[in-house]
């Protein structure tokens, strides 16, 4: 019971930090765009992939639980597909320069994945060391920040990727 | 099919991608895609940048059908 509240305590308390910073971004931008009209198009493409991918991941995993294949607990094991979708998302607006809006700055492309990455490898390896992370075989909730580590690593290998290539010419001035 | 007509327009203008981007409020890499062929403007995109470069619509944007 103690478990359950502290857990719903953390979940309003992120549901409102998300709240307080979109409020600060509505009234500090006001209705002025984010994203270009091509940009829009290539994340709403993007979402499509996500969304689809999602679905078959959560497909799959009913499909391989009810033939007894168990790789990880309930608390996680949903989750994985939604957060695949997320990297498919974010990996599809880096290929299609849809993921800064036009008021980012490309430093800020390369700070953010980093920094979230090395937070969550921060919390993440101890808990693997502890071995927490799998228990009787099975992935636990106690994984969750490596995968999401994960998550990052493979937004930043996209954007350095992508960086080169235009760096290199492709999709650069004047082709 | 690449739109050299615009990319000549704005070489005259001499702006670079990114000026003209600026100017009508979209990305470099739009107006990159525009002038590749790669991505079809909205009527209200190319009404923009007409304005801009001091061009009409035909001017810019009209496809010519091959008399074949």
């Given amino acids: 019971m103690k478990h359950n509240l502290w857990w719903l305590a953390g979940a309003l308390s992120g549901i409102t930090v998300v709240l307080i910073v979109y409020l600060i971004k509505r009234v500090t931008h006001g209705k002025n765009k984010d994203f270009d009209e091509r940009q829009t198009a290539a994340r709403g493409k993007a979402f499509q992939y996500a969304f689809i991918t999602t679905a078959l991941g959560e497909l799959l995993y009913v499909c391989l639980e009810a033939g007894g294949i ?33 008021r980012e700055s490309a430093k800020s492309a390369f700070l953010f994945p980093l920094l979230f990455l090395a937070l969550n490898l921060l919390i993440g390896i101890p808990k693997l060391i502890d071995g927490k992370v799998i228990v ?39 082709e | 099919m690449k739109n050299l007509r615009l990319k000549s327009a704005r070489a005259a203008k001499d702006l670079s991608q990114e000026a003209l981007a600026q100017l009508v409020g979209v990305s470099r890499q739009t107006i990159n895609a525009i002038e590749k062929g790669d991505y079809n403007p909205t009527i209200k995109l190319c009404i923009a940048i007409c304005r801009v470069l001091g061009k009409t619509l035909d001017e810019l944007f009209w496809e010519e059908e091959d008399p074949a």
């Fill in chain 1, 70 to 102: 168990v790789f990880a607990d309930s608390s996680i094991g949903p989750l994985l597909p939604v957060l695949l979708g997320a990297a498919v998302f974010a990996v599809t607006a880096v290929a299609n320069d849809a993921y800064l809006s036009l």
């Fill in chain 1, 136 to 174: 009787d075989g099975l992935l636990t909730f106690d994984g969750i920040n490596l995968i999401i580590a994960a998550l990052f690593l493979i937004l930043f290998a996209a954007i350095v990727i992508h960086w080169f290539q235009g760096s290199r010419g492709a999709g650069g001035e004047d």
